[in-house]
């Protein structure tokens, strides 16, 4: 590979920067946001954009807790003027990160709008309309711009730092072990999330609820979504985990009852021949969560997972799982724009088919033969 | 630049005895205006006609003609209101007056002996060019060149014999360069060196010239290494057709060994043609005679125009053309993104005196007055890049001729820097250059756009003036107005970017800190030695905190400054416990050079300092400026130490698939698929900037 100028006086001096950026504490943030400032000097119009972003918005997030700190402390409760300039900064370092990652990966001929960018560099929805609120419409409130900073920040990280740290020959994570939250604490965070989601989900689908108790719960569905979404760079496999358990993509026989999923015998009696279908009702539930995995690519891992996992389920939740893997890999281009099985069919061609199908042989019950076959 | 087509926008009335002594020099001077020479030249017409069949050509040996012919001729063909090839009534007027559609019908490609050939006088060396029928000789490479018999016209010089040798550079990244021969004045003397030569077969219009192998160490250093090392290679590639028409390949091949490579005109784009920019000039040359002559004020001329338009190309031009009638001409350089006599990042007043023939890293100069900038964009902090013009032209004393030469930037806050560079230098000419591009250009100028349009810091709507105004701003400017209409847009250096010629030109800065002979690794010079707490430090392009200073300053291109004692004071941020002065903000002050910070002995409290600015003057230098300038990337990668090179890495691939590693690219290329209306930039920017004043 060609020698190149960079702003770092050797390899180490970037490593540490990168373990400080990413540490908790802040006397090591600012010291490597200061670092990078001298860097930025040195190479001028030549930084690298994903170095610039997360130090710009390591810098806000810096600020932010720096406030909060304060605000707990009860010498001086952060004053809606600090919070003010908190959100300005958030959605300004927000706005360049998704304009500048967009921006970097334009390789047509013609402009490509930025959600079509955004798209291919992995970027959730979300965050693309966050810029434009942020640009555009009224300022986003500090909740959302922090589930925004996390991701961006978590999104670098995985993009930038650390292939870059493997490119240097360095172990992958070896860098900063301490910033990371452990994968049993991701667990239950995600599992945390979930369940909250289900909540909020009842409570919007419940034909009992009020127009506006449903708007109160789709806010909240909106956060633990966004949350999600920020939980989901990097940790992809343990949301994946969690989801094909029981109790989510599998339900409990009181959520089958409690969804009105007509009742717990869902899928009449059959000998194998013909496969499962969930029932409507469940997928419209679980549609948001879909969507957020279409975001990050992550379905075909989920189906994978929950083919892998056949040979665990109970004889009542494989009727479940089935159901599930038969829907994602034999999805119709539905005329119902708003359906999941729109959203999957466009999934279908990128599916590791024959890596599933050697999954699924590997793990034989009654509905192996039908499976296989589609 | 096919042609250069002219319109004068206001005349300023002059004495009309001032005007009779100046046509009457220029009569004598100029070697073309006479009517007895004009005999010669219409032969001349007719025999250029006749070889090459090639429209620029042959108008531009008929233009020679002498500005006063031209200017009867244009009020003619005014009258009759030719419009030929459906060009636009007053543009097309001057084509159709200068050329002869006759004489170029009947020429067509008749292939005719070779105009030229070449003698030669020691071989790789030195070789005789003899030029006949007042053949023009374009070309590439570089060489010096003396003329021996009649006189020759290159890129604003005209070389007469014994003269002092002409070193010329035609990079490939650059356009072409003609020799033009000139008609021979009356009853030149043919010296013994030319009789020896060419025995009795001289004819009327032979013109003989010298050309020897250029050695420049400045330049020869820039091509040491191997990534600029083709800068002056040419590959010969199926031009010989067209060569031959001037001389004989044999003879090409000769000066090919001393790097003289003839080129066919046609496939390179021409420079200013000299004749129609020339009388398009003549108004400042006249000025230009008249100051010499007369001691009347030296003109100061201003150049602008968008990206491309061929600035620095003219602003060349004419310090050769007024070097020619008056032998020194002030250069002011406010365009500090491609600068000509200094490394970019500085404004800078410097006194020529020498012609120039070539791109900026073959003259750079030690600067008069200048002024380190820090940035390579002026917006990045317009007040003071105002104040910095400012300072850097209050050291023209007007004891010459001044050419200014302004940025490209010529839209939004870029137009209205541009109105405050031209109220700071009050030009009394302004010569607009207009591409073919006019989505770049700035619009015409006029009077009335000259007091309309406000500054950056100069706000002239209503005789409202802003606090930072001085006095000298308030006088009204009345410049003459030249609009010159450039045929095609200047080449882009597509070999090359804006930053490696920046690279080039700091190498050639560079290069007295080398050895006479071979090339050394920085880190193989000897440095001096700076103590701490002799010098005040800054970084100029970013708000670096005092405890990282160290880190930008290690190995990185530092600006030699000397700010006066309240300056740094002023802006004295705080001395680090034992270490230099962090100044806050960038000094406005004189730079004497720039220097590399090759090393930091953080014990002993020094710095290593590797600079080409001569010993006398280091003692004065008060302030290390880092700003926008790096350190040339080949001389970083030339180093060889045990173990990795600080600041060089393979392990950071700019081009591999790591996303973000890459630095912000601005594609100005991308189309949008839907056309998008709006308002410009620059309307927007102007109406927020009246808001502001008020």
Same mark, same amino acid.
């Given at each position: 590979m060609a020698a190149r100028i960079v702003g770092w006086a050797s390899k180490s001096e970037w490593i540490q920067i990168y373990q400080e950026l990413y540490s908790n504490d802040p006397v090591q943030i600012q010291h490597a946001l200061d670092r990078v400032v001298a860097w930025k000097s040195r190479l001028d119009t030549k930084m690298p954009i994903a170095i610039d972003c997360t130090s710009s918005l390591t810098a806000v997030w810096l600020r932010d807790s720096g406030a909060h700190v304060r605000g707990e402390g009860g010498s001086s409760a952060p004053n809606s003027h600090d919070l003010f300039q908190l959100r300005l900064a958030y959605s300004m370092a927000l706005a360049r990160f998704v304009n500048l990652v967009t921006d970097a990966s334009q390789d047509k001929f013609y402009i490509q709008p930025v959600h079509v960018m955004a798209k291919e560099m992995a970027l959730p929805e979300w965050m693309v309309s966050l810029r434009h609120e942020a640009t555009h419409r009224s300022l986003p409130s500090l909740p959302v711009l922090r589930s925004g900073a996390r991701f961006a920040l978590a999104w670098l990280r995985e993009k930038y730092w650390e292939p870059q740290l493997q490119q240097c020959g360095e172990l992958p994570g070896g860098a900063a072990e301490k910033g990371q939250l452990d994968v049993e604490e991701v667990r239950q965070a995600v599992v945390g999330l979930l369940i909250s989601f289900e909540q909020h989900q009842f409570e919007i689908l419940s034909e009992r609820s009020t127009k506006k108790k449903r708007s109160h719960h789709t806010t909240l569905l909106q956060e633990v979504l966004s949350n999600l979404a920020a939980l989901m760079a990097g940790n992809r496999e343990t949301v994946v985990a969690c989801l094909c358990r029981r109790g989510f993509l599998i339900p409990t026989p009181e959520q089958t009852t409690a969804l009105g999923l007509t009742n717990y015998d869902v899928f009449p009696e059959s000998d194998g021949s013909e496969l499962p279908q969930i029932d409507k009702k469940f997928q419209d539930f679980w549609k948001p969560i879909f969507e957020l995995l279409h975001q990050s690519n992550s379905i075909p891992p989920l189906l994978e997972r929950l083919v892998q996992q056949l040979g665990t389920y109970a004889e009542e939740d494989l009727e479940f799982a089935v159901g599930w893997i038969a829907l994602i890999t034999t999805a119709q281009n539905s005329q119902d724009k708003k359906s999941l099985e729109r959203l999957l069919h466009k999934v279908k061609v990128e599916l590791p088919w024959r890596r599933l199908i050697t999954c699924c042989l590997a793990t034989p019950n009654k509905h192996t033969t039908p499976l296989v076959h589609m | 630049m096919d042609h250069a087509m002219v319109k004068k926008r206001k005349r300023r009335p002059r004495k009309s005895k001032a005007e009779q002594r100046a046509k009457a020099l220029r009569s004598i001077k100029d070697s073309k205006g006479s009517d007895v020479q004009t005999t010669v030249s219409r032969k001349a017409i007719a025999t250029a006609a006749s070889l090459i069949p090639n429209q620029n050509m042959v108008k531009n040996v008929q233009s020679k003609l002498g500005t006063k012919h031209e200017r009867l001729k244009l009020k003619k063909a005014k009258s009759k209101t030719l419009a030929p090839n459906g060009h636009d009534t007053q543009h097309g007027n001057r084509v159709s007056s200068s050329t002869s559609p006759a004489s170029l019908s009947t020429a067509s490609s008749t292939l005719v002996p070779a105009t030229c050939r070449v003698i030669e006088q020691k071989h790789a060396e030195e070789y005789i060019l003899v030029i006949e029928h007042c053949q023009e000789v374009c070309f590439h490479g570089k060489a010096l060149v003396s003329c021996l018999h009649g006189s020759v016209f290159i890129y604003g010089c005209t070389l007469h014999p014994g003269q002092k040798p002409l070193p010329v550079y035609a990079p490939r990244t650059h356009s072409a360069l003609f020799i033009t021969p000139l008609p021979h004045e009356e009853k030149e003397v043919v010296s013994e060196h030319v009789k020896q030569l060419l025995g009795k077969d001289i004819k009327e219009d032979t013109v003989v010239v010298l050309l020897q192998k250029l050695t420049c160490p400045m330049v020869d250093y820039v091509t040491s290494v191997k990534e600029y090392a083709n800068v002056f290679y040419w590959e010969n590639k199926s031009k010989d057709k067209e060569v031959e028409r001037v001389m004989s390949l044999e003879d090409s091949k000769l000066l090919e060994s001393i790097g003289f490579h003839v080129v066919d005109d046609l496939s390179s784009p021409r420079l200013f043609t000299p004749d129609p920019v020339r009388s398009a000039l003549s108004d400042v040359l006249e000025q230009v005679e008249l100051a010499v002559t007369k001691g009347t004020a030296a003109p100061v001329i201003l150049l602008c125009g968008g990206k491309n338009a061929g600035k620095s190309t003219l602003a060349r031009f004419l310090i050769n053309l007024i070097l020619s009638s008056c032998g020194e001409v002030y250069h002011l350089e406010c365009d500090i993104g491609q600068t000509?006599?200094?490394?970019? @990042?500085f404004v800078s007043l410097t006194h020529v005196n020498t012609p120039t023939v070539g791109p900026p890293f073959t003259h750079q100069k030690t600067p008069d007055r200048c002024c380190y900038y @820090?940035?390579?964009?002026? @917006?990045?902090?317009p007040d003071r890049y105002v104040r910095t013009v400012r300072y850097v032209h209050q050291g023209y004393r007007g004891d010459a001729p001044l050419i200014v030469n302004t940025m490209g930037w010529t839209q939004g806050m870029g137009l209205h820097l541009l109105m405050d560079t031209i109220h700071l230098v009050h030009p009394s000419h302004i010569l607009q250059l207009k591409g073919r591009k006019s989505a770049q250009d700035l619009p015409q100028l006029s009077p009335e756009f000259l007091h309309t349009q406000p500054g950056w810091t100069y706000a002239n709507i209503q005789g409202e003036k802003n606090k930072n105004d001085d006095d000298d701003d308030t006088v009204p400017v009345n410049p003459e107005l030249v609009y010159l209409q450039v045929g095609n847009d200047m080449p882009r250096h597509t070999w090359f970017t804006a930053s490696e010629f920046r690279s080039m030109a700091l190498m050639a800065t560079l290069r007295s800190l080398q050895p006479d002979r071979g090339v050394l690794p920085l880190n193989a010079l000897t440095p001096r030695v700076v103590p701490w707490s002799a010098v005040a430090v800054h970084a100029c392009n970013a708000d670096v905190p005092p405890t990282q200073i160290m880190y930008v300053l290690n190995a990185s291109l530092v600006a030699l400054c000397q700010a006066d004692d309240n300056e740094l004071s002023r802006l004295r941020q705080r001395a680090l416990p034992d270490g230099p002065v962090v100044l806050q903000d960038t000094p406005i002050c004189q730079a004497v050079g720039i220097g590399v910070i090759r090393g930091i002995d953080m014990e002993r409290r020094l710095f290593y300092l590797l600079t080409p600015v001569e010993e006398d003057r280091l003692p004065r230098v008060n302030v290390l400026l880092c700003g926008a300038l790096s350190v040339p990337t080949p001389l970083m990668l030339q180093q060889t130490v045990e173990g990795p090179v600080p600041y060089v890495t393979s392990d950071f691939s700019p081009d591999g698939d790591i996303f973000g590693a890459t630095p912000l690219r601005i594609r100005k290329n991308l189309q949008r698929e839907r056309r998008q209306t709006g308002g410009t930039s620059g309307m927007g920017f102007a109406s927020l900037n009246q808001q502001e004043l008020t």
């Open positions: - | 000509e006599f200094t490394p970019s @990042g @820090g940035h390579l964009s002026p @917006g990045d902090d």
